[in-house]
């Protein structure tokens, strides 16, 4: 897997929280260092006013570099925002009506946990990835985690794009690189002194 094209590709997210004044900037570094597949705005906030004004901003950065932007959850302001599509969060319920709400040329994704049976029928409803995780420990949730075997049965039997999300360090991301088409980098980069350089030791990983 030394050649880029056989690696998988890198969808950054958002932290739930961020600073207009820099994070723009930072996500463009991120951006300028190496090919991105997709944002996801992945606010905590329901403020509608925050997140358009994040939108707006994010919404420069990433078109202008040709890289689609989702927005996590909210499919009602994907339109109105400009938006490439959407992440859903309750795996294989939202996909079939978001997807004729948004229609055929929208990006509508879903976060399925470590369920293949929510991963199978979001896939048949029409998603264009699903995610799995979180793959590494987390504190969050319930504590179960997406294991290498779900990505391994997932590469051999489905033809839907999959992504493998959550507390990743560079050990798990060398191990799922053969079995996944993106990784979900989030918090991992986001936490550093310098999340750039943090994505490119990440890349590395994925090449083995």
């Given amino acids: 897997m030394s050649?880029?094209?056989?690696?998988?590709?890198?969808?950054?997210?958002?932290?739930?929280?961020?600073?207009?004044?820099?994070?723009?900037?930072?996500?463009?570094a991120c951006l300028d260092v190496t090919d991105i597949a997709c944002v996801r705005l992945a606010l905590a906030t329901r403020d509608e006013d925050r997140l358009s004004r994040a939108a707006d901003a994010l919404r420069e950065v990433t078109h202008a570099r040709d890289v689609a932007l989702v927005i996590d959850s909210h499919v009602?302001?994907?339109?109105?925002?400009?938006?490439?599509?959407?992440?859903?969060?309750?795996?294989?319920?939202?996909?079939?009506?978001?997807?004729?709400?948004?229609?055929?040329?929208?990006i509508v994704g879903t976060f399925c946990g470590n369920s293949r049976h929510d991963g199978m029928t979001a896939g048949e409803l029409g998603a264009d990835y699903v995610s799995f995780g979180p793959v590494g420990d987390s504190p969050l949730g319930t504590g179960t985690r997406a294991e290498q075997e779900l990505f391994?049965?997932?590469?051999?039997?489905?033809?839907?794009?999959?992504?493998?999300?959550?507390?990743?360090?560079?050990?798990?991301?060398?191990?799922?690189?053969?079995?996944?088409?993106?990784?979900?980098?989030?918090?991992e980069i986001w936490s550093t002194d310098d999340p750039a350089a943090t994505l490119l030791r990440f890349k590395a990983a994925m090449a083995g």
Avoid: C, N
């Fill in 3 to 28: 050649d880029d094209t056989d690696l998988p590709q890198i969808y950054l997210i958002t932290p739930p929280e961020l600073d207009l004044s820099g994070y723009p900037d930072r996500l463009a």
């Fill in 76 to 106: 009602l302001m994907v339109e109105r925002l400009g938006l490439d599509g959407v992440h859903l969060t309750d795996g294989s319920r939202s996909v079939r009506k978001t997807r004729k709400d948004l229609g055929e040329d929208a």
């Fill in 152 to 187: 391994e049965w997932w590469s051999q039997m489905i033809e839907v794009p999959v992504v493998a999300e959550g507390a990743l360090d560079e050990d798990l991301i060398r191990a799922i690189a053969p079995h996944t088409d993106f990784f979900g980098i989030g918090d």
